[in-house]
């Protein structure tokens, strides 16, 4: 309503085709760390291309906003979004506070009407794909992990978002397949509580027919019954074992059971062992067990000693069995059982990864820089929240070492930084804070995305998931860290740092205490 | 994919047309709270009314799920809902854990397959309608709410959802037009930073028409520069001045103007008043100011003295003034401006409202209760996440005084509570908690929305918002309250009491140590 209301305002004041430039920044890290992973660039540049109102649209914002006289009703109708550039960073790009994501530059009416619809769809991805990215680098590289929240997510397509950005952020595979047939996404999930609960007892599973791996007809439930008189600990469910010999005939290659519903250590686990067993006497590979709750660490530890013994006791080899965990894991949690030591390979995660519970919104905003080549800042009474004016270029600075040192921006007819050349970098708003820098290699980190065609091939998921893994090696390890991570420079060149003091002091009225 | 591989071993062992019932429900009250707004009904009905594979999907399904074979794929193409019920409580109603706020019966594999979905469509709007209940609470019956978060929800349809369910939860309004225009919510939404920013000085506005309210032609700058004049206090910026004259051009009954951009007390309410003032002239009411930054509280009641003391001084009345304030506000703000007094009449909430920020996920469960009529237990080594077993008669037990004094839960061969009559409500879990009520009212809380058909008439957003309210009114005020609220009981009658303790101490095996 905002964008409609001023769009109209600009449209009567003859402001509509002024020429506009806006930046799409965030001001601060999510999660308490120094780094964003940037994403929803596709989704931006699609958004535009097909950006317009129906007559039904029409008719509703003209009823319901202040004013809406039919040249207005006219502009609406032939918005034209190949007026319209998107400059912004390669999708999967490692980002920092106040260097604009994107710049959008086009006439005034129309950027202004983009401002919400953009903010939406950059903010969640970028936040999506970071919170992903932290639990990758918490986890470790060689650890699984799959993305579990579309029951948890904040509507049906912010779980479609969420399996996508993760895997973007470095996950590696989803339970929605939904998100899996849209994007292409590996998917995967095997069994929840419901399945074993469904089943009271053996009697059940009376007519179950099963063969081998090599098609012969077998008798599995007299196998692991077999196999059960041997394993002496626990006092497992009945229930829970037929549940687990039906999957596992319905399944041979696939068994993968969750041991929680009953007992972890006194059902689930030595009724998993039996149907183990018993499938690799016909020639299967189980695949192995899920927990879903309990204190992940020490379980993982206690039943990778059980299937070891078991192993060794009937010598087959269980050393390839999978500990699946899932259960309220966030980011905290992977740090902590890392540190604990522990015996899990895949780890399955919901609600935190999805909500991103621990910070909901990355706060991006979309702030007016420029109309008609004439600079514009938005002031504040705090600092921080003060904009850089004007467009900008944005460069980053490589060291001797391979890695990025800053960031920089600079005006529009500024030489650019150069390699082997000092160039000095000032902190955006304190004067004293300014550095010289001698780049190993300058990064230019803005492309035209969409000129009212698409400029650039946008990259396939697949692609910017790829470019964030790289962008995450090359990044200095203690930017990236869990505790305490150093902050990454974003600078100012001289001139910008000087333009913009001028410009703010020029615009800020000076106050009165009385 | 749990659903689908859970269903195709249902089908394999021949379980998937087994008689199931699931409860939906939740374990914990959200936001430290005692209480819950129920939401998601009307698109739970509408998802399962329309829930089918294309053959699109079922050819992805069996690419990826193991072992697909024809006669589950042809399962799948001939889902029919028309078997499924579903149970649940009038939207908008207050609800408390454990008490399903859905049941759904039908075929096994069906029930299984709708799991996530069903979950989804709850968690999310509920936790919305709760969140903004707890913010209207907060606030007072006599403010306007809007709700501002299209720019910061978890996705675009993440948003819409947060419009829908905020304004069921007794919000007023919303700034997203999509969301106005799909479910008829009232919509609003003025000026942002841009538009101000956008104008450097009075010399942009030299063309400007303006008629007064009888359609004069005036010169709206020339008496708003006589107004200036005679207001001495602060330093006002020349662009926003500019932006404030054009935007009451175009909107001289709507204009609302956003003072923050520069300076509050010096530049934004000087430029605001002498607009203000001129308006008043030529016959319009000016609507008001929004604070975006700042002490909310403290200034609030400055810009209210300032308002007072100008209207005075002019001999005009501003009273009508409205203040709109916005930034960042959350139910914490709400309550701590109303212990420090404030003047603000409308709030603007994004942010924390659209993604829940205090808590972003309910957490709904969606568990087996029953099979072939057989009552089905899930245990936990923690009592709490224990489910109670079988279908339940659910009623809500009114006391003497009209406030609805406990939820119960009995076995369905029960006779339910009888007004005037002691009826024993035992705690769930714990033996020596049980007390006697006898009812002045005995509500049946569970209603059959979905039989194959639209059972009952699905109540528009409108009227679940009213019923939200009524319910909200009639609930004991320390059930509601934001600091160490009361819980609320929800119990088990004595024989579903026993029930539960016997199937629970059969099913559970007995722990060994060593």
Not at 231 to 240: K, L
Request: net charge negative; glycine share 8%.
């Amino acid at each position: 309503m905002y964008e409609i209301t001023m769009a109209s305002a600009y449209y009567k004041s003859g402001k509509h085709n002024d020429n506009a430039a806006f930046d799409l920044f965030f001001r601060k890290n999510p999660f308490d760390g120094e780094f964003t992973v940037f994403a929803g660039l596709s989704e931006v540049v699609n958004f535009v291309k097909n950006f317009r109102f129906t007559d039904e649209d029409i008719d509703y914002i003209c009823n319901n906003a202040p004013k809406c006289d039919p040249e207005f009703r006219n502009w609406l109708k032939n918005i034209d979004t190949s007026t319209v550039k998107i400059y912004g960073l390669k999708e999967g790009s490692i980002c920092f506070p106040r260097l604009p994501v994107m710049r959008i530059e086009g006439p005034l009416g129309i950027c202004q009407l983009l401002e919400s619809a953009l903010l939406n769809l950059i903010s969640f991805p970028s936040l999506i794909a970071t919170n992903a990215a932290r639990m990758r680098l918490a986890s470790g590289k060689d650890k699984k992990l799959i993305e579990f929240g579309l029951r948890r997510a904040q509507g049906p397509d912010g779980a479609v978002s969420a399996s996508r950005y993760s895997y973007l952020g470095g996950f590696d595979g989803t339970s929605n397949m939904l998100a899996g047939k849209l994007f292409d996404i590996p998917v995967s999930g095997t069994q929840a509580h419901a399945y074993i609960q469904s089943f009271s007892g053996l009697d059940e599973i009376k007519d179950l027919e099963f063969t081998d791996s090599e098609g012969k007809r077998r008798d599995l439930t007299g196998a692991v019954l077999k196999y059960q008189s041997k394993i002496t600990n626990g006092n497992p469910n009945d229930g829970e074992l037929a549940s687990f010999i039906s999957y596992a005939a319905a399944f041979p290659r696939d068994f993968l059971a969750l041991v929680d519903t009953y007992d972890t250590l006194n059902s689930g686990i030595p009724n998993f062992l039996c149907v183990a067993l018993a499938l690799k006497e016909f020639g299967f590979e189980p695949v192995g067990i899920r927990l879903d709750s309990g204190d992940l660490a020490h379980l993982s530890k206690q039943v990778r000693k059980v299937f070891n013994n078991t192993g060794k006791k009937f010598k087959v080899d269980f050393s390839a069995l999978k500990i699946v965990a899932s259960n309220e894991i966030n980011e905290s949690t992977l740090a902590s059982l890392e540190r604990q030591g522990h015996e899990i390979d895949i780890f399955g995660i919901g609600t935190h990864l999805v909500t991103c519970q621990a910070q909901p919104s990355l706060g991006c905003v979309y702030k007016l820089v420029e109309v008609n080549d004439e600079p514009r800042i938005k002031l504040s009474q705090e600092a921080t929240k003060v904009t850089i004016p004007g467009r900008k270029q944005c460069y980053r600075l490589i060291g001797r070492e391979g890695y990025p040192l800053a960031d920089v921006m600079l005006m529009p007819d500024e030489n650019p930084p150069e390699v082997g050349k000092r160039f000095l970098c000032c902190h955006p708003f304190e004067k004293v804070k300014r550095t010289f820098i001698i780049p190993s290699r300058v990064i230019t980190l803005h492309h035209l995305y969409w000129d009212g065609d698409d400029t650039e091939q946008l990259p396939s998921l697949e692609e910017s998931r790829k470019y964030a893994r790289e962008q995450l090696e090359c990044t200095r390890p203690d930017h990236l860290r869990f505790t305490n991570p150093t902050p990454y420079k974003v600078s100012l060149s001289e001139r910008l740092f000087n333009f913009m003091q001028e410009l703010w002091s020029k615009e800020i009225p000076t106050g009165e205490l009385d």
